[in-house]
């Protein structure tokens, strides 16, 4: 079948990428197009338009761009009615998606519409969910509280588990049993990493990254990495600070392996970073300061940022944004995360949460299976609700407690081998399950 797929940001080209690859395993003769990155282009298909041409975020930027972002709108019209694909497959990014899915369906009715993770409309823009309901054939959503909230809709979906779980377990896997040459393969000393996230796209840099970067640089006994994300270059965070410590790129997973503490910018990146038990505080730059929170705070339906949060359902990781992303606050919070020992505890103990709630490694596999199943009805697709719910160290890590040292040595050394351990047992889990 034909498949023409759209994600507008770099978590979107990943979880785009996994999923095409489950559809491929399903379907051989399976054709791709798609608006998306490098990781989507990797696994084969054509590349339309890169999302780096289309991460325009607020409402200044995309004025500032708005002829770009109607000259994206008019290309992946055009393109979608040359290609008629069978499928079309949004991934998240909203304002750009439900434009396109109102078209398809309005010209092209024959064509399904599948969203494969859900906006986020139970946080701000509910009156999405009638677009939503006109114009997507089927939702499926990556966050456990969703299914549940749609249903208050009266819009059923289809809750697959979620796609970090895949990447997180797939990557655990593939480093087990290797040699661990990080630190020397780029070139960094034995002190223990501080791992900077300061976001996907260049707008999210320039505005984090400085007050990172101060905070930081109270800590020089450790050493900080900035993970950097696809699509951009060295220059896109030497243009912000020109005494930017190392980036590295392609290794954001291996970075926080290694870190014994994180600055994450709000989204994807915080639950990756609660996967791989690393402690964190989650920052966010928003335009108006104190204001900004004030209205985040008001007006939207939702009381955190952060996914950690979100699926925990409290607060685990604290987050600093709006009027509370200062240089004092997030040093504060950094410090209480070296120091105390029973504070990183709790923390750890929150992601255990997370990571049960999360669900098993599969988001993927059951997606694509959603989608096949609409054109050819299988009896092969294991809804997420029959397979048991793990516990958190069937698959990653269990934190240990361990014996209270002091600040000087608890955050000192990278973490061991221990947090690469039960994947196998995971997948296991699941083709036990399935072959039930």
């Known amino acids: 079948m034909k498949y023409y797929l759209i994600a507008g940001e770099a978590s979107g080209d990943l979880h785009a990428s996994n999923l095409m690859k489950a559809l491929k395993r399903k379907d051989t003769a399976a054709e791709f197009r798609f608006f998306g990155g490098d990781m989507m282009k990797a696994v084969g298909g054509e590349l339309v338009r890169h999302y780096r041409d289309m991460a325009f975020m607020g409402v200044i930027p995309v004025l500032m761009n708005l002829r770009k972002v109607l000259s994206n709108l008019s290309v992946c019209r055009r393109d979608v009615v040359s290609f008629h694909p069978d499928a079309l497959i949004l991934i998240d990014y909203p304002g750009f998606n439900l434009k396109i899915a109102r ?3 309005e010209q092209m009715p024959d064509i399904k519409v599948f969203y494969y993770i859900s906006p986020k409309i139970w946080a701000w823009k509910k009156y999405r969910i009638k677009a939503i309901r006109r114009y997507v054939d089927r939702m499926m959503c990556i966050l456990p509280f969703e299914k549940e909230f749609y249903a208050g809709l009266g819009y059923n979906v289809d809750y697959v588990g979620n796609p970090c779980v895949d990447s997180v377990s797939a990557f655990l896997e593939s480093v087990k049993d290797k040699p661990d040459n990080f630190l020397f393969n780029n070139k960094l000393s034995e002190k223990p990493v501080l791992a900077i996230l300061p976001g996907s796209r260049k707008a999210e840099i320039a505005q984090n990254l400085p007050v990172m970067l101060s905070v930081v640089a109270q800590y020089p006994e450790y050493q900080v ?3 950097g994300a696809p699509g951009l ?3 896109d965070y030497s243009d ?3 005494k930017s410590p190392a980036v590295i790129f392609g290794q954001t997973y291996n970075i926080l392996r290694h870190s014994a503490v994180a600055l994450v910018t709000s989204g994807t990146a915080t639950l990756e970073t609660a996967l791989l038990r690393v402690p964190q505080i989650v920052c966010y730059y928003i335009t108006g300061g104190r204001f900004s929170s004030f209205v985040f705070r008001t007006f939207f339906h939702t009381p955190f940022i952060s996914l950690v949060n979100l699926i925990a359902g409290r607060e685990v ?13 997030v040093y504060c919070e950094l410090k209480r995360i070296i120091e105390d020992a029973d504070y990183r505890h709790r923390m750890m103990d929150g992601y255990d949460e997370v990571i ?3 669900g098993l490694p599969g988001a993927s596999e059951r997606a694509a299976g959603l989608i096949i199943d609409c054109f050819v009805p299988r009896n092969d ?4 609700s029959s397979l048991q719910t793990p516990s958190p160290s ?4 269990q934190a240990k407690k361990k014996k209270r040292t002091p600040p000087s040595s608890s955050l000192r050394t990278p973490p061991s081998s221990s947090l690469r351990t039960n994947v196998k047992q995971s997948i296991n889990i699941q083709n036990d399950e399935q072959d039930k």
């Open 240 to 242: 912000v600070a020109t």
């Open 233 to 235: 270059t060295a220059d």
């Open 317 to 329: 990781v604290k987050e600093l944004y709006g009027g509370d992303f200062t240089v004092g606050k």
């Open 225 to 227: 990495v900035i993970a």
């Open 103 to 105: 078209y398809v369906k």
């Open 356 to 358: 049960g709630r999360a």
């Open 394 to 397: 069937s698959f990653f890590p």
């Open 381 to 384: 697709v294991i809804p997420l």
